[in-house]
């Protein structure tokens, strides 16, 4: 195991060093050493996490009427380029395929960017009345940008490899607007079961989805202070269905363009999910999505009778566990002490961990060892599954209230820049200030902070009664935030 | 449901225009509207038939050590050009990213045809000794081959996206070659738990994969008699890890390059499923992948009470059949007669189905349909739920009996070719051979016959003493296997 020569700590200023460190030593992804510059490997053990976590999404997904389809990685430019405003934002970041074999292609290739365009074309021969909506289509897929900015693993890449990328089709505004909330519902059941804090915002006009009439967004932060956009909810009306004529019969027999919505999330939980959680230690997984819920490791001692009956028994264990759903592991490797297993689990993020030796052995008990908390406690036999069932749930809670109070206290309210900017000088958070709705206004501040501005708060009470705009000094409509992005 | 104006037959002379209309009507894969020729969109339907699929061959995998990964789709030039041999077998048939966004790329990026060159690159770093191996990787991803050759849905075309590709490293040759034998093990059980009946041949000199020692094929009869290859394992040698300097330390402390296995599936595997076990009213899926295994059809009468009364009893089997991790669908739209429900699901190969109506009702029954055998039979409510379970078992063995059957009928010895000849006119099937072992003799064969040589058998002990080569006379070494490849 390399060696963690500095500490991850509350300010997170070692973060970037801590992150490329824990994906690499956990084997999540192995990046930097794959021959194209912001692309990356996924590796066993990040790929089960992967997994698990899809699996939730489907869940999320599905429970609420979706269907997954597979739409081609390829699209043709004339396809992309149909909404005018959609390709202005994406011309600048699109691979194109412009050879096949030894000939050059007569219609160049884009690797997808984002799906709008293909499945709209698509479903103008699949959509006609509305007694078939609302559709909503998602799918799991690669997706590509030509970032021009530096790339990060996982967090800015040019391969996102697991796009969740979900789409649906509504008979007038109204019901787009349903979708809307019924999106943002789902993301935050999706994020509430990893744990993930974030904040809602509605993106101010001129960063919103290109193509989109409003985007909204989910934030989080990671420990150095910096926010990261982990999803995207866009009521995109009627403009992709306007020029790929995917019209319908309307209740009044009358014919309309149909409305759609858009909404995304990517890899970008899974790193959301490594850095709220993880510690000076490294990783902590919570229960529901660990690859490895408990690992046991077999302390032999004693005569070599005793060893061995302490070896049998921590399979015994592990049979028992695995009859019971628990995905469980046994580390007997003979060639490490029990103390550099310790490290290699609690570094791994398995939530729990079972100690096995001649005592326990003697007594029909396991000790039985919490990573999120780092405490230790004997459990009888007959009672450990029941028990780590029940462990898991309070796991999962417990690095839940931890990353949101870590969160909450890093989102602060500010009257004035001067303030705000005091507190972004501590390389945290999210500041909220009030705002008149004016774009320069908001520049302005942004520019101050060294920051960027995030958006309007959809997920609480707004009221700025009486506050003024610190720039212009006009009263204040509703609060802007802002915080660095990745 | 559009009209099916053609029947599929035993000898399946309709099986190209049954197969289209199939794949369509039954929502699993739109083809030839999306506009870039070879690449179509999978459907709701099709794509959860295709999760189940993947299930089972993640099952099949992971029972035996395989991990699965994921590499990124873009490969550049001079890592997949650095295998003279696999650059030339595969060079006429890629497709290549050369620019991003405004810019020239300065390395051309290949979309991945098949990953050994990136991954044997990723195992230089990765895998330096004896104690980690043998080690088993895989992934499941979309695969890009620019065909020249005509593109048919499914069968061959330019995206293949459910590319399941498993690499293998090894300390020596025995080790590879045991590895040979555990693929083939494997995609014996993932075939068989299927009910796609298949031949293992060698496949000739002439025709392995490019940069392998040597290719094993499975192949499977269309039930227009030509051969369908499905799956693929070849022994590497050290072709790949000798250009990419995969070097172990071996057990006797020397150091030497590894060897390595590759074999594939695709989803071809989903055209076999669809073809081998459809009839003329459309697909018949087995129980344990269907994504709809049980589908209940209300059939009201009577006054509106005890109209009610039916579709309420639909409802409240559904949950009950649901609790014991069925998975059942009540089709009660009204705008549908019973008739038209049967055909649409039996169409959608919907494995069994549940008609209740008044006389149901009152005597405490449900008539079960089984879409394998088209019979009908009552069955109390209080057995419903076992009676399922033990038919959805002998509905998957009893397609897998007739289709086991049906190829067997048409794989035929014979020791000269006139014979051989005729057979071909019927439009069935594989023929075997006496071959002397020379390629010019199988060509001539072939050309005779306008069939292809698939290779020679793995899967039969071959007595040849006596015969001789129908070309030459020599003595014949082995049989030869032909068909008409798809």
Known sequence: MPDMRFVYNDLGREFGRWFDWIIGAAEIYDYGRYPVKGMGVWMPYGFRLRRYVIELLREVLDSR??????????????????????????????????????????????????SETPLSYMESFWIKSY????????????????ETKATRPMLRVREVTMFKEAHTVHEDFDDSERQVLEAIEAYKEFFDKLG?????????????????????????????????????VHNLGQNFTKVFEVRIQRR????????????????????????????????????????????????????????EAVIKEA?????????????????????????EKYNIWEMKGVPIRLEIGPKELREGTVTVFRRDKKVRVRVKIEELADFIKRLGKEIDEELKKQAWEKFKSKVKMFSNVEDAKKFFEQDVGIVEIPWCGKEECASEVAEALGADALGTPLDKDVDVSGMKCPTCGAPAVTLMRYAKKY
Do not use: C, N
Not at 217 to 231: H, S
Not at 260 to 289: F, N
């Open 65 to 114: 009427g979706h269907e997954e389809i597979l739409l081609p990685l390829l699209i043709p430019d004339f396809i992309l380029a149909k909404e005018s405003e959609h390709i202005r934002g994406f011309e600048g970041q699109v691979y194109w395929v412009t050879r096949g074999g030894f000939e050059e292609l007569d219609v160049k290739l884009a690797l997808r960017p984002t």
């Open 131 to 146: 007694k078939q909506l609302p559709k909503k289509y998602y799918q799991i897929v690669s997706m590509f940008r030509y």
């Open 196 to 232: 993930i804090p974030y904040v809602i915002s509605k993106r101010p006009e001129w960063d919103k989805f290109a193509g989109a009439i409003y985007t909204i967004a989910f934030d989080t932060l990671m420990p150095d202070g910096k926010a990261l956009q982990i999803g995207t």
């Open 252 to 307: 009044d027999q009358s014919i309309d363009y149909a409305w759609q919505t858009s909404y995304g999330v990517s890899e970008r939980v899974i790193a959301s999910l490594i850095s709220v959680h993880g510690d000076s230690k490294g990783l902590r997984i919570l229960y529901k999505i660990a690859p490895i819920q408990v690992v046991i490791i077999p302390i032999p001692a004693g005569s070599s009778k005793e060893k």
């Open 315 to 339: 399979h015994a264990l592990r049979e028992r566990l695995l009859k019971e759903g628990i995905r469980v592991h046994v580390d007997d490797d003979p060639d490490r002490t029990p103390g």
